[in-house]
């Protein structure tokens, strides 16, 4: 049992309080201050992210492409041509291999741009024997709201006020100026990012005190970049022979513009999950505007399905293995919150940033448990 303090008691008898321990609480890595002003700090760095995600996107997608296009410009300079002059030659060839996908789809775009008010028609008037319960149910709902509304007819409305919106016309006039901007921004940092080669790593090696540390550093810096390299190349890949297979299968089933199909295919795999879902949906109303009966209206969508259990459950586990692969929930948490921040191109940068965040936690001590956490 505690012994109470005796208030009568001698100066020197009375207990005193552990200031080392009090200073410890407080100011300890793991104390009051340290979290507080780690939180503020995560809080704030969201804060930046999402309003400043004009800026940031750019700078991302030019870092991963520099990870990824790298490994040509290091093989160029071994044939003896300059890295500026290998950047130039791999932004060059990337911007021309874009323009001419942009050419070749900006046709079935603007097509099926055009036609989709009576695409969506079409479709409705298709399944409309499927929506006809739905509306029953709906109609009552409808019922029910006006008897529970009875007596209350007369009382005031507040007036509406009419709030000036832009039109459809304009919201993609300012998104295709902000998206060329965008876009100029990060061919430029790419191209320097290229050309600058091994400059940043030189500057690292400058700086660390001994030879130790700067051979660990070298070895650290060169397996981060091989691994993420390694792993935005293989997905690429990945995704481009599913858009191929895609493209492929939609020109046997006599869909029209199978390649803009492929394409989307390829572009949406990039997001786990909600991309084969978007090409379920898009490919199952691609069906039914095609085909007259059920079962060829079908095909798109169940080709598709095949395709997708294939490269899912066989391709991807064979090429890429086990190593750098997410915790499913992870991956879920990741496309959640890089969609809100950053919104359909978040999605698409989430599973890439996550992976290059773990790897930066397996190669880094104090951060090694996260990145156990976040592997399978």
């Given at each position: 049992?505690?012994?109470p303090?005796?208030?009568d008691?001698?100066?020197?008898?009375?207990?005193?309080?552990?200031?080392?321990?009090?200073r410890?609480?407080?100011?300890?890595?793991?104390?009051?201050?340290s979290?507080?002003l780690?939180?503020?700090?995560?809080?704030?760095?969201?804060y930046?992210?999402?309003?400043?995600?004009?800026?940031?996107?750019?700078?991302?997608?030019?870092?991963?492409?520099?990870?990824l296009l790298?490994?040509?410009?290091r093989?160029?300079?071994?044939?003896?041509?300059?890295?500026?002059?290998?950047?130039?030659?791999v932004?060059?060839?990337?911007l021309g291999?874009?323009?001419?996908?942009?050419?070749e789809?900006?046709?079935?775009?603007?097509?099926?741009?055009?036609?989709?008010?009576a695409?969506?028609?079409k479709?409705?008037?298709?399944l409309?024997?499927?929506k006809?319960?739905?509306?029953?149910v709906?109609?009552?709902t409808e019922?029910?709201?006006?008897?529970?509304?009875?007596?209350g007819?007369?009382?005031?409305?507040?007036?509406?006020?009419?709030?000036a919106?832009?039109?459809?016309g304009?919201r993609?006039?300012?998104?295709?100026?902000v998206?060329a901007?965008?876009?100029v921004?990060?061919f430029i940092?790419?191209?320097?990012?290229?050309?600058?080669?091994d400059?940043?790593?030189?500057k690292?090696?400058k700086v660390?005190?001994?030879l130790?540390?700067?051979?660990?550093?070298?070895?650290?810096?060169r397996?981060i970049e091989?691994?993420?390299?390694?792993?935005?190349?293989?997905?690429?890949?990945?995704?481009?022979?599913?858009g191929?297979?895609?493209w492929?299968?939609?020109?046997?089933?006599?869909?029209?513009?199978?390649?803009?199909?492929?394409v989307?295919?390829?572009v949406t795999?990039?997001?786990?999950?909600?991309?084969?879902?978007?090409m379920?949906?898009?490919?199952?109303?691609?069906?039914?505007l095609?085909?007259?009966d059920?079962p060829?209206a079908?095909?798109?969508?169940?080709?598709?399905?095949?395709l997708?259990?294939?490269?899912?459950?066989?391709?991807?586990?064979?090429?890429?293995?086990?190593r750098?692969?997410?915790?499913?929930?992870?991956?879920f948490?990741?496309?959640?919150?890089?969609?809100?921040?950053?919104?359909?191109?978040?999605?698409?940068?989430?599973?890439?940033?996550?992976?290059v965040?773990?790897?930066?936690?397996?190669?880094?001590?104090?951060?090694?448990?996260?990145?156990?956490?976040?592997?399978?």
């Open positions: 049992m505690l012994e303090i005796r208030r008691a001698p100066e020197e008898e009375r207990p005193r309080p552990d200031i080392k321990k009090l410890d609480l407080l100011e300890g890595p793991f104390g009051v201050k979290l507080t780690t939180g503020l700090f995560i809080l704030a760095a969201f930046t992210l999402y309003f400043g995600r004009e800026f940031f996107l750019p700078i991302i997608l030019a870092l991963l492409l520099s990870f790298s490994p040509i410009v093989f160029m300079k071994k044939l003896h041509i300059p890295e500026a002059l290998g950047a130039a030659v932004v060059l060839g990337l291999v874009l323009g001419l996908c942009l050419y789809l900006s046709g079935p775009v603007s097509t099926w741009m055009q036609q989709a008010p695409n969506m028609h479709i409705e008037r298709r409309r024997d499927l006809r319960p739905v509306q029953t709906s109609k009552a019922q029910v709201a006006k008897m529970a509304q009875v007596g007819g007369d009382q005031p409305q507040p007036p509406v006020t009419a709030v919106t832009p039109t459809l304009e993609l006039a300012s998104g295709a100026f998206f901007a965008s876009g921004t990060m940092l790419l191209y320097f990012l290229l050309a600058a080669g400059m940043f790593l030189r690292l090696i660390m005190p001994s130790a540390d700067k051979k660990r550093a070298v070895e650290i810096a397996q091989t691994e993420i390299s390694t792993y935005l190349s293989t997905v690429t890949f990945i995704n481009i022979v599913l191929l297979a895609v492929g299968a939609m020109a046997l089933i006599r869909v029209p513009n199978p390649l803009l199909w492929g989307m295919a390829t795999n990039y997001i786990p999950y909600l991309g084969a879902m978007t379920y949906v898009v490919l199952g109303g691609l069906g039914f095609t085909f007259n059920l060829h079908l095909l798109p969508a169940g080709a598709f399905l095949v997708n259990v294939l490269e899912a459950y066989l391709l991807t586990p064979m090429i890429l293995g086990r750098l692969t997410l915790n499913p929930v992870v991956i948490l990741a496309l959640s919150f890089w969609g809100w921040l950053w919104g359909i191109t978040g999605a698409v940068l989430a599973v890439p940033i996550m992976v965040f773990k790897i930066f936690c397996d190669h880094s001590e104090p951060l090694a448990p996260i990145g156990e956490f976040l592997g399978t």
